[in-house]
């Protein structure tokens, strides 16, 4: 018996900009620059971090696979570990329904802990990503590294779309616009784009 | 290529600008630097008003200093595309220039602007109509002269302020100056507001020129506007060789030549200041009229000595001028005194509305008779105008027709050591008080009297290569620095900027061609002239037909 | 007044003196006990250790073979589960507004094999009102004895094996061979010499520990299933004192006269003086191998019921030797007891030399100091919200905080 149809977790930390999300399955997420749909009124948010780790942080993971062939057999003979690491998702708020259209931008208030988070479907996706509000919000977030996460996020709607090309050139542009003073910046993020 | 409607294709936006430097103008991401080169049209949508002005300079801009360094991968298509526009732009310098009436088609003029467009203002090329709003139609009183860069608006010349002062056709060697000039002639002649006499030093006006690219015959004056165009010659062998129809002979007298006509050969004769100043101590000598007759009628060295010690002139000096002067005897045109009066002869055309072509024939490249006969002839033509004029100032009799004296190599009776004496620098110099005119044509504009140069009143300049005669050219235009620039980019050949009184700003122009599609009926019959002189007579046929043997 | 450091000092210097000496003896008598232990033969271990001979005043282990015999694991089976249960508590505290424990029992299931998986699970229970009693209605009148500390610890232990059973039954795949694990000793130490009422004892063996055991066994008819308990770093010295009577050139009245309970003063036994079964089986065992299996003559555990008495053996895991404890239904099972064996030494293996299984259950089970703080404060939070007086919990507080 798995998760209901298609949802992929739930959040368990969430403020005005940021929420983290547990995954129900280890190693089930979805990936690196994926939006999600949380909780309702449903908040967009996108996976910045996708992380594994101890579900209690207080127990050190250490290694366990010097005698096993493959990291397979480590899990097969640790059956205990699916249940003792957690994958988790760090994602940065970057939308909401505004009048029933996705919008980039921070919502009112955050979404409710354990709201359950559901796969961005494509076309609020596209809605969201070509907007020139969701380049400023990420490029003025305080993530590590912003740019690798756009790229994710960019390469991964621009398949989902049904006018990929279209849609990458739009938030191509709504990305140059910010990052007009930033040549190589932008040139190395719209290499990877394409 | 140009939008026909009220405003044409849009460029891009103002973002910055003052009236002095005039404004800058962020292209559209769509629209390519490559396709606006430097003196395009463009108008500019303002606040309260539309402003028409010149491209002055086209850059390549962008919004990160660092660029240069490390370029993006412009290979990359998706790359390029996104980077230029938000990252890259090209951008214009505009220098406004007019104020157009708010609606197109007003009775009102533009104006001279006197402010620019607010900040982004939407910049547009500018379209058919705004060319001729600010260049206006062929018409009675415009003459079109060629097209812009880039459009195929016309551009006109107002015939009438043309003629009311000075012009200046420059260019170097080969740039089409004298097609040129000879297209500025057709449209005073078209238009009937002026006589002109044409020193036609290298015979190119009168019967036919010499199209050299395209290694043909064009027809000159004489075979467009027949009984309009009389055409004068020194060298009536030459002339019936090149089987031009010439209606006179020239002579010059002996008697007519004046001390003042030495000095102005010094140069061409290379005489010392003291060889040329012994002609008024000849004159003195002889009386005026006689002395120059006299002087050559001197047998050998030991008389020149002679006449020297009598006169107490300098016995080198007076020897050279005597050497010197003694070419003019080769001059089959110069006669102890002449059968005819030339001068009365051209004054009779020029009163009559006919044009005359002095051509030189042989004599064309000898400086010293062209500058002799130019300036001897025009100095007594001039000195008939002033006495008309001002008779006519005095309620006797009318002005005389406005007369244009169009001269090539024009350094050669303007240079800034001559200027103040010879006639022509006179006629510069007093505007049109006499109702005379110049059209000096000259590859060489820097060696022109400055003072001269800035009474020019419309100038016509090709390709010029030295900076110096760039600077001369442009000495006293608004816009200077803009104007240069536009200058050095001119196609070596057929290409212009006009500026000056006779058009309402400075105007980069593709001459029109010169004989069109081997026809010159578009000079003779131009569409708005609704008959104009009427169907070509039989006789003007042929002799058509002739010319392009 | 703070203590004389200096007096203090020179006491423990002269201390360490001694205990410098009393090592070197001791590892000499080490080495002497392991020789013995090889050399005692089975007829003569099991000849002193059999009838009026046997009474003495320690506690010693009754060996089936040889003390210094010993086993090497047999290969695990390819599909298996191990499980576990453990618990922790919260005692009931004096300055809390109102008495009450917390019981947290934590459980794990791992299968290993085809299909591996694992199960994690904990329940807490609070004690409270009655449950925090034990009372027994007598002619003579109504006997009430509080659950708490020690007694809450049995308790705790005796719901530790109640857990196993059902936890089997809902989650152990009934085919694969499996290993019901727990931490510490199935020997209830704590019920023995402390002259706790017949109630307690009644209630944690007869009605607690032996119907738990009973249900395993019961189980233990219709599948393979073993039950062992893990004492890790076993401070016991049943073993030794084998040694010691094996060893013993008294009869058996003499013996417990001369002899002191702990230590010997009498050669060759005092040879065994404070040494712990754990370290002669460091010497008598390669890694992997198992001593023989011994079995408690402990009292308690005489009222666990038939075939309930617990039986031991020592384990070299390779990190440390361990003590296994089994009932005796498990022990005299030859296959049983050599799972027990296998499966705990592959256990101690994953777990780095600790079965998984009893790590990940004691990880369920325990209650952090965070967990104890928010406890307090849920009570303390319930009955204010009922508007009940928490006075008692500033004492409680001030005891928690050191104030300057
Ligand atoms: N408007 C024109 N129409 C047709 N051909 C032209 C025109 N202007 C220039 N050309 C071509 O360029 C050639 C040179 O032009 P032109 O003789 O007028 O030059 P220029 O400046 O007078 O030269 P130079 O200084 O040697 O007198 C012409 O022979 C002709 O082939
Ligand atoms: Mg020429």
């Known amino acids: 018996m798995g998760p209901a149809q298609g949802r992929i977790g739930e959040v368990v930390e969430a403020s005005s900009r940021r929420c983290a999300v547990q995954c129900y399955r280890l190693y089930e997420s979805p ?164 | 290529m140009s939008v026909d409607g009220p405003l044409g294709e849009p460029l891009g936006m103002v973002v910055e600008g003052s009236l002095s430097r005039g404004v800058e103008v962020r292209l559209n991401p769509g629209v390519s630097v490559e396709e606006i080169q430097e003196g395009v049209y463009v108008t500019i949508k303002g606040e309260r008003r539309l402003f028409f002005g010149m491209v002055t300079d086209v850059s390549l801009g962008s919004s990160d200093p660092r660029l240069a360094q490390s370029p993006p991968d412009v290979s990359d298509p998706f790359i390029a595309r996104i980077v230029s526009g938000a990252v890259t732009y090209g951008a214009l310098s505009v220098m406004p220039m007019l104020t157009m009436p708010p609606v197109l088609g007003d009775e009102e003029k ?97 019967w036919a020129g010499q199209d050299t690219d395209r290694n043909r015959q064009v027809q000159g004056l004489k075979q467009l506007f027949q009984s309009k165009v009389s055409v004068f010659s020194l060298d009536p062998e030459s002339s019936i060789r090149r089987g031009s129809k010439m209606d006179f002979e020239v002579q010059v007298g002996y008697d007519e030549v004046e001390p003042a006509d030495v000095e102005l050969l010094r140069q061409t004769l290379n005489l010392s200041e003291v060889a040329a100043a012994a002609a008024y101590d000849l004159e003195r000598k002889f009386g005026r009229k006689k002395w120059l007759q006299a002087f050559l009628g001197l047998a050998g060295r030991q008389e020149v000595y002679e006449l020297a010690n009598e006169i107490g002139v300098n016995t080198a000096a007076l020897a050279t001028l005597h050497n010197r002067l003694s070419q003019l005897k080769r001059y089959a045109f110069m006669k102890p005194r002449a059968l005819d009066d030339s001068v009365k002869r051209i004054l009779e055309r020029l009163d009559q509305g006919v044009h005359v072509v002095l051509e030189f024939g042989r004599y064309g490249s000898n400086l010293s008779a ?130 000056g009184h006779a058009v309402p700003l400075p105007v980069v122009v593709r001459i029109r061609e010169y004989g069109a599609g081997g026809s010159f009926q578009d000079l003779t019959r131009p569409k708005w002239q609704e008959g104009g002189y009427g169907p070509p007579t039989d006789e003007e046929l042929d002799e058509q037909l002739k010319a392009l043997d | 007044m703070s203590l004389n450091l200096g007096k203090t000092a020179q006491q423990i210097e002269g201390f360490a003196h001694s ?133 809450l610890g049995l308790m705790r232990t005796v719901e530790e094996v109640k857990a196993l059973a059902p936890l089997i039954r809902d989650k152990a795949p009934a085919d694969a061979p499996t290993l019901a694990l727990l931490d510490g000793s199935l020997i209830l130490w704590a019920l023995a010499g402390q002259g706790y009422p017949e109630l307690v004892r009644t209630e944690i063996i007869q009605r607690g520990l032996t119907p738990a055991l009973d249900a395993l066994r019961e189980m233990s008819r219709r599948r393979v299933l073993a039950l062992a308990a893990y004492v890790s770093l076993p401070r016991s010295r049943e073993a030794a004192n084998a040694l010691r009577l094996h060893l013993c050139e008294f009869d058996s009245a003499e013996c417990k006269r ?147």
């Open chain 1, 31 to 194: 990936p690196l620059g994926a939006l999600a749909r949380v909780g309702d009124p449903p908040v967009y948010a996108l996976i910045t971090e996708v992380s594994t780790e101890a579900l209690d942080p207080g127990r050190p993971v250490i290694a366990r696979g010097e005698d096993a062939a493959t990291v397979e057999e480590v899990y097969r003979s640790n059956p205990q570990l699916d249940k003792l690491l957690c994958t988790r998702l760090r994602c940065l708020i970057v939308g909401h329904l505004r009048d029933g259209a996705p919008v980039a931008g921070l919502p009112p208030l955050p979404p409710k802990i354990h709201s359950f988070a559901h796969p961005c479907p494509a076309d609020e996706a596209e809605a969201l990503v070509s907007s020139p509000d969701f380049a400023r919000l990420l490029l003025n977030s305080d993530l590590p590294s912003p740019d690798e996460v756009i790229v994710a996020c960019l390469r991964l709607a621009g398949r989902q779309a049904a006018d990929g090309q279209g849609l990458l050139h739009r938030a191509g542009n709504a990305l140059a616009r910010e990052l007009s003073d930033q040549v190589p910046r932008l040139n190395a993020i719209l290499r990877r784009l394409t």
């Open chain 2, 110 to 206: 533009p104006q001279p602007a006197k402010t620019v467009p607010a900040h982004f203002s939407i910049t547009h090329r500018a379209s058919q109509r705004d060319m001729e709003v600010v260049f206006g139609k062929e018409d009675s009183s415009r003459f079109y002269i060629g097209n812009p860069l880039d459009m195929e608006a016309q551009v006109c010349l107002n015939v009438e302020e043309l003629v009311k002062r000075s012009t200046g056709v420059f260019g170097k060697s080969g740039t089409g100056k004298t097609f040129l000039t000879r297209l500025l002639l057709v449209g005073i002649l078209q238009r009937d507001v002026a006589s002109s006499l044409i020193f036609d030093m290298h015979n190119e006006y009168g």
């Open chain 2, 370 to 499: 062209y500058i002799l006969v130019a300036n001897l002839l025009t100095r007594r033509i001039h000195q008939r105008y002033v006495q008309r004029t001002e008779a006519a100032e005095g309620g006797s009799g009318a002005a005389p027709r406005p007369l244009v004296i169009c001269i090539e190599e024009a350094h050669r009776f303007l240079n800034p050591n001559i200027a103040s004496q010879t006639i022509f620098g006179d006629i510069a110099r007093e505007l049109r008080k006499y109702n005379v005119t110049l059209m000096v044509i000259d590859q060489r504009p820097s060696a022109i009297d400055s003072e001269v140069m800035s009474q020019i009143g419309t100038k016509v300049t090709c390709s010029l290569d030295d900076e110096r005669d760039v600077d001369a050219t442009l000495s006293g235009a608004q816009g200077r620095r803009e104007l240069r620039s536009v200058l050095q980019k001119l196609d070596p050949k057929q290409q212009a900027l006009v500026f």
């Open chain 3, 19 to 151: 205990l410098k000496g009393a090592q070197n003896d001791r590892s000499r008598r080490l080495s002497e006990a392991v020789d013995a232990m090889r050399r005692a033969a089975p007829e003569e271990v099991r000849a002193k250790q059999s009838g009026p001979a046997a009474q003495r005043r320690f506690l010693y282990a009754v060996a089936g073979e040889g003390l210094g015999a010993s086993h090497p694991p047999k290969s695990a089976p390819g599909n298996f589960c191990v499980l576990s249960v453990d618990g922790s508590h919260i005692d009931v505290d004096r300055h809390m507004p109102a008495a009450c424990a917390l019981v947290n029992i934590g459980g794990c299931v791992l299968r290993y094999g085809d299909d591996p998986d694992a199960y994690l699970y904990n329940e807490p229970s609070l004690y409270s009102d009655d449950r925090l009693y034990l009372t027994e209605q007598t002619p003579e009148g109504a006997t009430e004895i509080p659950i708490e500390g020690a007694i």
């Open chain 3, 258 to 404: 001369v002899c002191r309970p702990r230590r010997s003063p009498h050669s060759p036994c005092s040879m065994v003086n404070h040494l712990l079964d754990r370290e002669l089986f460091e010497e008598l065992l390669a890694p992997g191998q198992r001593s023989c299996l011994f079995s408690t003559n402990s009292s308690i555990v005489d009222e666990y019921g038939r075939g309930h008495r617990i039986c031991f053996y020592y384990l070299h895991t390779g990190e440390e030797v361990a003590r296994v404890e089994m009932p005796e239904w498990v022990a005299l099972d030859k296959a049983l007891l050599s799972l027990t064996h296998t499966l705990i030494l592959d256990q101690t293996r994953r777990g780095m030399g600790y079965p998984v299984a009893i790590s990940e259950a004691h990880e369920q089970a325990v209650i952090g100091g965070g967990d104890r703080r928010t406890f307090r404060e849920l009570v303390d939070r319930s009955l204010v919200r009922r508007g009940m007086s928490i006075s008692g919990s500033e004492k409680s507080r001030s005891k928690r905080m050191a104030w300057v």
